[in-house]
């Protein structure tokens, strides 16, 4: 009984211990880069499109408390091959209202972008 | 003899060892920092601003389908209507080339470059110096489709504990045969000081 007890309370510690899982290729979260913190806000489903040659992204954001939350956010457009097709863009400053869900839209700048990056940092 | 020669060797050593091997030269309280940083230093336009404008107006525009087919664009200079001084040139100039980068337009002479041009043009064709096969004819020169016109405005209000400045930037693409307005954006910014 106690072998067993002390089984179940090793295989606990080892599951606490244990890393989260990282997010699946091409999955919303794999595309979300966290510089330093990302307090109180969550990325949520992201809806990409190609309209006129164009990627262009809707990410949803939600403030999960009840105060304003200034975020700051910048894309990274990326080609086939993984790497930027683009110059860096500037950082700009979001502010999302106590408790409020509010979608960040973005188009890409050249027709070679097949795919992007989220960098997001907190205050 | 070798003790002389021992004590000669350990100063070359020691003075080896403390060469600056950096590829900085002074400037301890000197920094490069990060372009593209949200700047708040104070609230007057910005480096951000004009960043978030160039590149707000230049995406919505290239995708919004109007320029099919390269067209060519006349640029106009941004109106300042604001109360402080904006260098409205490096708007246009941001535009132009995040427009030009992403392959949508081309760009005719606009007001600035138009005197350089014809100089160009004259003496090539007038001065008599150049390879007759080499000369750029005169004739030639694309005229623009579309001109491209803005204007900022503010609005800035202050109080005994807030100042709040209000911007708005407006970009129109005007048919130079029509005179429709074919595409218009505009970017609103506001930014505000606690005391």
Request: aromatic share 8%.
């Amino acid at each position: 009984m106690r072998i067993k007890l002390l089984a179940a309370l090793t295989v606990a510690l080892l599951a606490g211990c244990a890393t989260p899982p990282p997010p699946a290729p091409g999955s919303a979260a794999s595309k979300v880069v966290v510089m330093g913190k990302l307090k109180n806000i969550e990325v949520g489903p992201m809806r990409v499109a190609r309209e006129n040659g164009f990627l262009t992204v809707k990410v949803s954001l939600n403030n999960t408390s009840s105060s304003n939350k200034a975020m700051f956010y910048r894309f990274a457009w990326l080609g086939n091959d993984g790497f930027p097709v683009a110059d860096e863009e500037g950082w700009k400053t979001l502010t999302l209202y106590g408790s409020q869900s509010s979608i960040l839209p973005a188009i890409a700048p050249v027709t070679q972008a097949t795919d992007f990056r989220l960098e997001v940092q907190s205050q | 003899m070798f003790a002389r020669f021992s004590i000669l060797a350990v100063v070359v050593a020691l003075a080896s060892g403390c060469a600056n091997n950096s590829p900085v030269l002074g400037g301890k309280n000197i920094g490069y920092g990060d372009s593209k940083a949200v700047e708040l230093v104070t609230n007057e336009f910005g480096s951000t601003d004009l960043q978030m404008i160039a590149e707000s107006m230049t995406r919505s525009l290239a995708q919004s389908g109007i320029l099919q087919g390269r067209p060519v664009v006349q640029v106009y200079d941004v109106k300042n209507k604001t109360s402080e001084y904006i260098d409205t040139r490096e708007i246009t100039t941001s535009i132009k080339t995040q427009l030009m980068k992403s392959g949508t337009a081309r760009f005719a002479s606009d007001n600035t470059q138009m005197q350089s041009q014809v100089d160009q043009l004259k003496l090539q064709n007038q001065s008599g110096l150049y390879k007759k096969n080499t000369v750029a004819k005169t004739g030639n020169m694309i005229a623009a489709k579309y001109r491209l016109e803005g204007s900022i405005s503010s609005i800035v209000k202050r109080s005994s504990d807030y100042k709040d400045v209000f911007y708005k930037f407006s970009l129109q693409l005007i048919d130079v045969e029509s005179g429709l307005a074919e595409w218009m954006d505009e970017k609103e910014i506001r930014k505000t000081t606690e005391r």
